[in-house]
């Protein structure tokens, strides 16, 4: 009896070995290769797909506190509008000597 449940597990050990041995043997096959290729660009392109998503909701909500402070009359709080200006501006000009050290 003990010889029967020690064989049934070989059995069962010596299954699990060969499916994955098959498994990773197939992963190295031109086709596997290509398969897991194509999943890499897939999972790539969502991600940039998801990156744009977000710059368009900032961008529209960056636009609409534009629109909203237009329609108040109220004059839109600009930090970078002075560097706007001169689009040769370097960083000496931005900061100053201590901090560039």
Known sequence: ??????????????????????????????????TSLSQSAGGLVETVRSFVDDVRDGMAEREQQIHAAFAEGVAFDDQFAEYRGNPRLGDHDIFSEEDTR
């Open 1 to 34: 009896m003990k010889r029967l449940l020690w064989l049934g597990i070989g059995l069962a050990v010596g299954a699990l070995v060969v499916r994955k041995l098959t498994r990773t043997a197939q992963s190295y096959t031109p086709g596997g290769i290509a």
